[in-house]
């Protein structure tokens, strides 16, 4: 026993100066000091910044390359994005079911901190849960929107997301609820509902027919193009 005991202290104190010797605090690290001028990275750094941000592919998710990667990349990125959205749509669903607040008399707007300070809202508030999240998540402006759309056959007006993914002509319709569709679904798909007003933070469009030739967000920005 004794020398079992002998035995247990010697490796406890073997662990003990292995921890002296290793278990050192680590270094506070301050990451972001302004560079100074003659720093020796400057140069590669922002030749880099200023040929990013003039490149194309960093914000444009539909041009594809000719090189294998580059398709490979752009495959993956709209098969994700798409997911993203997707799972987005069914999340706001499934919560809508339990979060559903009419307004009542008065047809009042909220800001997305109001819908989750009280707890729900109806469609025009829900739906800000997929519009403002995908925006967050990199979605630019020229392809997130909200819209007012009406139901041909009652009158009835809901407000939904639309996803320009392809183009300007065919969206797909992000429903909050699941009145218009429970999935995702392009607006062609679901022809009793028709888009009256479009907008943004910012931004605020009439729908009318479509003109050819006629310019237009989607035009100034190259997106009117069909995929």
Known sequence: MLVRAVGLALVAVSFLSCANQH????????????????????????????????????EDADLEADSDLGRAYHDFTLRLRRDVVAETVEWVQARSRESYRPDGDRDHWATLGE???????????????TFVLLRRLGFREDEIFRSI????????????TLWFDRDAKDPLVLDPTGVVTTGLAR?????????????????????GPFVPGRPNKMSSTGRGRAQ
């Open 187 to 207: 607006l062609s798909d679901v022809s009793d509902w028709e888009p009256i007003e479009l907008f943004d933070e910012s931004e605020h469009y009439a729908v």
């Open 115 to 129: 819908v989750v300070e009280q707890g729900g809202d109806d469609c025009d508030g829900l739906d800000l849960l």
């Open 149 to 160: 759309v009406v139901e041909r056959s009652t009158g009835q007006h809901h407000m939904v």
């Open 23 to 58: 278990g050192l605090a680590p270094v506070a690290l301050d990451f972001f000091v302004q560079a100074p001028i003659d720093n020796p990275w400057n140069h590669k750094i922002q030749n880099w910044q200023e040929r990013h941000h003039l490149d194309p592919a960093v």
